[in-house]
């Protein structure tokens, strides 16, 4: 009984502390500091892409002179931990918020809390949902990114042009229900939809993972021998499907194109087991992030969108 | 008992201090009910494993379920049902999970491990089959109160949490099955010689669990506005980690719902407070790693001590 009494008491004084504490603490104004501070909100940093897009910030913020703040979820389908990061991130008194939404709809309910506390808003990479954002009365200040959909289609016209129309084509998806993926396949379904030769064997989520993309794509060809071509919706599961394929020893018999133009990818298309990947720009996404950003808090005016460019990458232009 | 408790609460006290000499921006009425609020989907699906962890148990299904309860409620709502009706359904379909789960168990007598795990597969399976893979988004104001109201300046998701907690304590302290739960996790073959109907409230066990990710998932599908059928990926581990930490033992037979709720907190102030102070989001996760553990060790030394 006496033993149990020490932690009860420290318990006790422990608390009383806390709640002096709280009481006191609450009128405690936020240092305030003359560098203005940008907040970068990215969906992940475990993906070489925002990796990328952290960097081109870094930069801007370095040159331009404010305080950069990023912080990620762990796992880039996080939406609720990305909503947490923003709530806290409001709370620390930041003056911009630039964020690559988890999801469209979802992360709306954040954003009207920084609206509520006229922090501007700049998106970056993936767009609102625009009933969404207009419903709960959010106004992004601007946007900036490539477009998905384009994307796609750029890699299915690439497709149409590099089979002369004619090809049995495999695709992985990304994980199911997510914006991204979903835009990429759309354009490129509607671009080879177009050519009347083009079939679609088979179409299979593998996740955005390497290693899933060996998998899947490994089980598509015992069930399609005659695919000859693989559209993949992130390079990691392009990567995957070319270990799969030279598993099968069809190296080159194959044609593999990506999204993402990662550096491995890269490699891949200059050594010739890789066809081509779309190439994003997301050091440009970052470094326009946090530029816009200052702007913004010079009260200059900034474009309501800023496309950043694609591009295919293929043997020719690779090896730059 | 009673000092083990207060082991995890002193955890969580020093913590905050540590973070409110670290950060002005911590110790605020508004962070700290970003940090309850933020806190409670965690709290409430941990506080139906702390039912499962006692028994011995362990349920891996519950991010799965869910995201399927989540999905059901998101469907019905759209279909244009009221929203009792739509909650009600949502609730079904966990404690459906929570008793097939329950029944494999007692009277398929197969480890908790495996059929939760398969759970954990079919559930998410058939949430992503149900919305072809789509988030079903876009919920009327009445709805989405349970994430944005608030009633004497408590958000409402943690007068949700704060609901469950105390009906839970209620039935874990309280009841006949609230002790077979603890006699079921502490030996389980003495508690069946006696008499107990251990089938019966392993079962319900389960059903608990599952009972208790649909509440959470209509407080997550109210916040994020939107069902998404990927949505409580890894929660399974946070509610285990926060059971764990709030002092529950995973071989069953002691652990306590206080201590789940301080666990569930501990771990939210630490996400809250990193992100305060702009740690890094690798560092983030060591940070995490490294406070589940000490929280644990601390725990078990102070243990030993006093036995």
């Not at chain 1, 326009?288 to 950003?293: D, F, L, N, R, T």
């Not at chain 2, 990193?274 to 929280?295: D, E, H, M, R, T």
Request: proline content about 3%; hydrophobic content about 50%; charged content about 15%.
């Amino acid at each position: 009984m006496n033993r149990c009494l020490v932690p009860r008491a420290s318990c006790l004084v422990l608390g009383v502390l806390c709640l002096v504490l709280f009481t006191s603490c609450n009128r405690q104004a936020p240092a305030s500091d003359d560098r203005k501070t940008v907040a970068l909100v990215l969906k992940t940093l475990n993906h070489p892409f925002f990796v990328d897009m952290r960097r081109g910030a870094q930069e801007a913020a370095d040159r331009l002179g404010v305080t950069l703040q990023v912080q990620a979820a762990e796992r880039e389908i996080d939406v609720d931990k990305q909503m947490q990061i923003v709530e806290n991130m409001l709370q620390t008194g930041i003056d911009v918020l630039a964020i690559t939404p988890s999801g469209s709809r979802e992360v709306v309910s954040a954003l009207v809390k920084a609206s509520g506390a006229s922090v501007p808003i700049v998106i970056v990479d993936t767009r609102l949902d625009a009933k969404a954002a207009a419903d709960a009365g959010v106004k992004p200040r601007t946007f900036i990114g490539s477009d998905n959909y384009e994307g796609g289609k750029l890699a299915g016209e690439y497709v149409v042009s590099l089979t002369g129309g004619k090809a049995r084509v495999g695709i992985l998806e990304g994980i199911p229900g997510h914006e991204t993926g979903d835009s990429r396949l759309r354009g490129f379904r509607d671009a080879v939809a177009k050519a009347s030769g083009i079939a679609i064997a088979a179409s299979q989520p593998a996740n955005w993972e390497r290693d899933q993309g060996f998998n899947v794509f490994q089980n598509m060809l015992q069930a399609h021998p005659d695919i000859d071509t693989v559209f993949a919706a992130s390079d990691l599961m392009a990567l995957g499907a070319i270990e799969a394929i030279a598993a099968a020893g069809r190296t080159g018999a194959i044609r593999v194109v990506g999204f993402d133009a990662l550096d491995d990818a890269k490699k891949a298309i200059a050594a010739g087991t890789m066809s081509a990947s779309v190439a994003q720009f997301p050091y440009e996404m970052g470094k326009a992030a946090v530029e816009s950003a200052v702007k913004l808090l010079a009260g200059e005016p900034v474009p309501a969108d800023i496309m950043v460019k694609l591009e295919m990458v293929t043997k020719a232009t690779a090896a730059k | 008992m009673n000092a083990r408790r207060y082991g995890t609460v002193i955890g969580l006290v020093v913590l905050c201090t540590v973070l409110w000499a670290l950060t002005p921006h911590f110790l605020t009425i508004s962070n700290l009910l970003n940090v309850a609020q933020q806190s409670s989907i965690n709290a409430i699906v941990a506080a139906g494993m702390t039912f499962v962890i006692i028994s011995g148990g362990i349920d891996l299904s519950v991010g799965s379920i869910v995201a399927l309860s989540g999905v059901a409620l998101g469907a019905l709502l759209q279909a244009g049902q009221p929203i009792p009706i739509a909650i009600a359904g949502s609730v079904a379909v966990g404690v459906v999970c929570g008793l097939v789960n329950g029944l494999l168990i007692s009277i398929g007598r197969l480890p908790p491990f495996i059929a939760t795990l398969g759970m954990m597969s079919v559930a998410r399976g058939a949430a992503l089959l149900f919305t072809e893979g789509r988030p079903v988004s876009g919920f009327d104001e009445g709805f989405r109160w349970i994430a944005t109201g608030s009633v004497l300046f408590i958000p409402a998701p943690v007068i949700v949490m704060m609901a469950a907690y105390a009906i839970a304590h209620v039935v874990l302290t309280r009841t006949t099955f609230g002790r077979y739960v603890y006699a079921i996790g502490g030996n389980e073959e003495a508690t069946r010689l006696s008499g107990v109907a251990i089938s019966f409230h392993k079962t319900a066990i389960y059903c608990v669990s599952g009972l208790m990710s649909a509440a959470a998932a209509i407080v997550l599908t109210a916040r994020l506005n939107s069902a998404q059928p990927i949505a409580g990926m890894m929660y399974e581990l946070d509610a285990i980690a926060a059971t764990v930490i709030g002092g529950t033992s995973l071989l069953g037979g002691e652990g306590s719902l206080g201590g789940t709720l301080v666990g569930a907190l501990i771990m939210g102030v630490l996400r809250n407070g990193l992100n305060l102070l702009g740690v890094s989001s690798f560092l983030q996760q060591i940070v995490i790693g490294g406070v589940i553990v000490g929280a644990v060790l601390v725990d078990t030394i102070l243990k030993r001590q006093r036995t």
